[in-house]
């Protein structure tokens, strides 16, 4: 059988990693996710003002006809 050291550390495969700040000024993903999650609601925002002025825009135009 083989040593238990020869095997590789379960530490070293692919997985989550705790969040930190990454050297140099780099954004975390928590970070990224912060900054899309907020320009996402920005444009839901912006789209559903567009559309209440364009239902509203429809209403009075059935009224003049």
Known sequence: MSDPDDLPSRSAGPGPKPARKAPGGENT????????????????????????????????DKSEK
């Not at 993903?29 to 320009?39: F, G, I, N, T, V």
């Not at 789209?47 to 002025?53: F, G, K, L, P, S």
């Open 29 to 60: 993903r928590e970070d990224r996710l912060k900054a899309a999650l907020k320009a996402n609601m920005a444009r839901r925002k912006a789209q559903a003002r567009a559309r209440a002025e364009g239902a509203a825009g429809n209403e009075t």
